[in-house]
T-cell receptor, first 115, second 115 residues
Framework: AQSVAQPEDQVNVAEGNPLTVKCTYSVSGNPYLFWYVQYPNRGLQFLLKYITGDNLVKGSYGFEAEFNKSQTSFHLKKPSALVSDSALYFCAVRDPTSGTYKYIFGTGTRLKVLA | DVKVTQSSRYLVKRTGEKVFLECVQDMDHENMFWYRQDPGLGLRLIYFSYDVKMKEKGDIPEGYSVSREKKERFSLILESASTNQTSMYLC??????????????FGPGTRLLVL
């Protein structure tokens, strides 16, 4: 069965510092991996995805994530955090060999960037 | 621009009422999804549909049903609302069959309170 874990409920980082939001997954084959962001009182917005190819994926708003197959991780990173990055971040996974378009989301990590 | 709309942002219903949540997308997407979002539990898939009149159960379908009579519209039905269905409901859509796509587009959400 596929699953995804976000081990941190909240991450605090100072503005200008690098940030990392962690995600690990469990699927039987090669996963499709995603990051979404939810700003207050808004729906989820797509940030980036890994389908195939280069393990380092670049996305919106300066975010990037690295697919690490050996560690089954897909951590979200940004070199320099902004206060406006404060939001709720969700990692998601789909097993393309499962025969279904079912996506599994993590429990979310709240990022707080402090001025 | 991509758009997913949900019929209500806030809804208050009484226990036992039949509740309809409507979702419309204007992107000609085949896939549509209903999730509920609860603090500490993240997003959980209720039902999804990959074509008109087609539906598949997600992880928590109990107490819910869905209807997809037209490609652009996906309805979530709470047959007899209960207090444990108080939650934020998110609708999403995506293209079918294109591995390079896989991006889900989310509506703004409906916050349902069942009294």
């Amino acid at each position: 069965a596929q699953s995804v874990a976000q081990p941190e409920d909240q991450v605090n980082v100072a503005e200008g510092n690098p940030l990392t939001v962690k995600c690990t997954y469990s699927v039987s084959g090669n996963p499709y991996l995603f990051w979404y962001v939810q700003y207050p009182n808004r729906g989820l917005q797509f940030l980036l995805k890994y389908i195939t190819g280069d393990n380092l994926v670049k996305g919106s708003y300066g975010f990037e994530a690295e697919f690490n197959k050996s560690q089954t991780s897909f951590h979200l990173k940004k070199p320099s955090a902004l206060v406006s990055d404060s939001a709720l971040y969700f990692c998601a996974v789909r097993d393309p060999t499962s025969g279904t378009y079912k996506y599994i989301f993590g429990t979310g990590t709240r990022l707080k960037v402090l001025a | 621009d991509v758009k997913v709309t949900q019929s209500s942002r806030y809804l208050v219903k009484r226990t036992g009422e039949k509740v309809f949540l409507e979702c419309v997308q204007d992107m000609d997407h085949e896939n549509m999804f209903w999730y509920r979002q609860d603090p500490g539990l993240g997003l959980r898939l209720i039902y999804f549909s990959y074509d008109v009149k087609m539906k598949e159960k997600g992880d928590i379908p109990e107490g819910y049903s869905v209807s997809r009579e037209k490609k652009e519209r996906f309805s979530l039905i709470l047959e007899s609302a209960s207090t444990n269905q108080t939650s934020m409901y998110l609708c999403a859509s995506s293209l079918l069959g294109a591995d390079t796509q896989e991006t889900q587009y989310f509506g703004p959400g409906t916050r349902l309170l069942v009294l």
